[in-house]
Nanobody, 115 residues
Framework: QVQFVESGGGLVQPGGSLRLSCAVSGRISGLYAKGWYRQAPGKQRELVAVTNRGGSTTYADSVKGRFTISRDNAKNMVHLQMDSLKPEDTAVYYC?????????WGQGTQVTVSS
C-alpha cells in the first residue's frame, strides 16, 4: 500500500504563487515520488512536471518558466513551486509515484487561481 501526503493547494490571485508538496511512503521496493499532473473540470488529466531520481525534469509547455519541480530523495518527496499563476492553472493537482512497473496516485489538492 502506498500513502501520499499532499499539501499546499488553495486559492490565490492571478500572478500569485503557491508551493505544493507531496510525501510518498510505502513498503514497495523501488517506490519513488515522481511528479505532478492536473485535471481541470471537463478536461483530461495532463502532465505538469515530473522528475526522476537523478534530477532530470520534464515540464508541460504551458508551465515552463513559471513552475519549478524539485525533489528530496531522502524523504521521498517532490515539491512544485508555482509562480505567476494564471486562471487557466486552476485544477486539481495530483502527485504520483512509481515503482518501475506501477503508477500510484495521490488524492489530489485543489488549486484555484481567481481574483
Amino acid at each position: 500500500q502506498v500513502q501520499f501526503v499532499e499539501s499546499g493547494g488553495g486559492l490565490v490571485q492571478p500572478g500569485g504563487s503557491l508551493r505544493l508538496s507531496c510525501a510518498v511512503s510505502g513498503r514497495i521496493s523501488g517506490l519513488y515520488a515522481k511528479g505532478w499532473y492536473r485535471q481541470a473540470p471537463g478536461k483530461q488529466r495532463e502532465l505538469v512536471a515530473v522528475t526522476n531520481r537523478g534530477g532530470s525534469t520534464t515540464y508541460a509547455d504551458s508551465v515552463k518558466g513559471r513552475f519549478t519541480i524539485s525533489r528530496d530523495n531522502a524523504k521521498n518527496m517532490v515539491h512544485l513551486q508555482m509562480d505567476s499563476l494564471k486562471p487557466e492553472d486552476t485544477a486539481v493537482y495530483y502527485c504520483n509515484a512509481v515503482d518501475g512497473l506501477v503508477v500510484y496516485w495521490g488524492q489530489g489538492t485543489q488549486v484555484t487561481v481567481s481574483s
